[in-house]
């Protein structure tokens, strides 16, 4: 459905450039149908050199032979760019806002059209074909919007829909946030390694491809991550008394609370 779609990307950061990028590379999108926008001349330059994409400062032109809009931009900015570009959106053209905490309604209302909007929530694992994007529609989207925005994002990882949009805040904090979450486990694993008398490359390794592996036990497998852990723990062995050493230090009351906390957060924002 993509291949001869144009598609305009407005803001070549990092996820907007993941997507220029995943897009060419993997074949979904031609490069010569693919345009993008940065903030200024020379990031343009470099983005076009990096990604074999047009590129331009000017994101009227950007979106004048567009198909489909990517509005890849800040939330703070995207007040902005939307006021900018109210006049020059055609009802014909998809809208899909990766910002948080900015709603498809916001979005409609300030282009003052009934154009069809997808609202996704991606993370940076995106980077390297790793993400996981939730996309939601907005009033005036169909299920043919929606396949659209998932062929976009299925390039770049795993894909999920929804038809809440409410649900979208605990989406920003779960798996929006999740990889700094995640991080932070790594970080912490590999310092045990250290303390232990690991050297901190490999004990960084062995913390990080633990955590790769066994996520993608969850996702290939299909079992409940409860069953794999029991799978992993024998009795009086060593893995037992390491859960021991988690369950006291409370991980599990402090990792709901985290995306309990961050999912407020992102309410508050959102209003």
Do not use: W
């Not at 109210?86 to 309604?105: G, K």
């Not at 980077?127 to 976009?152: D, F, Q, W």
């Not at 990882?157 to 932070?184: F, H, K, Q, R």
């Amino acid at each position: 459905m993509l291949r001869e779609r144009k598609i305009a990307i407005l803001g070549l950061g990092k996820i907007g450039g993941a997507l220029a990028s995943s897009l060419v590379r993997n074949k979904i999108v031609s490069k010569e149908n693919i345009v993008g926008t940065t903030g200024h001349r020379d990031s343009a330059l470099e983005a076009a050199k990096r990604y074999g994409i047009k590129t331009l400062t000017d994101n009227v032109r950007a979106l004048a032979d567009a198909q489909i809009v990517i509005l890849a931009v800040k939330p703070q900015t995207m007040k902005k760019v939307l006021l900018e570009i109210r006049d020059a959106v055609r009802d014909d053209q998809l809208i899909i806002t990766l910002a948080a905490a900015r709603t498809t309604r916001f979005i409609e209302e300030y282009l003052q059209k009934a154009v069809p909007v997808v609202r996704a929530m991606t993370n940076t694992p995106c980077l390297v074909n790793a993400g996981m994007t939730v996309l939601c529609p907005g009033r005036y989207a169909s299920k043919e919007h929606i396949e659209l925005a998932r062929e976009i994002f299925a390039a770049v990882g795993l894909v999920a829909i929804i038809d809440n949009e409410e649900l979208m805040d605990a989406v920003t904090a779960l798996s929006g946030s999740g990889p700094a979450y995640a991080y932070i486990m790594i970080e912490a694993l590999a310092e045990g390694g250290v303390k232990v008398g690991l050297p901190r490359s490999l004990s960084t390794i062995l913390a990080a491809q633990s955590l790769l592996g066994a996520a993608k036990m969850v996702l290939e497998t299909g079992e409940h991550p409860a069953k794999l852990k029991d799978e992993v723990t024998t009795p009086a062995g060593v893995t037992i008394d390491g859960i021991m050493a988690l369950e006291d230090g409370g991980i599990r009351v402090t990792l709901i609370k985290t995306v309990d906390r961050a999912t407020e957060k992102s309410k508050e924002l959102s209003q």
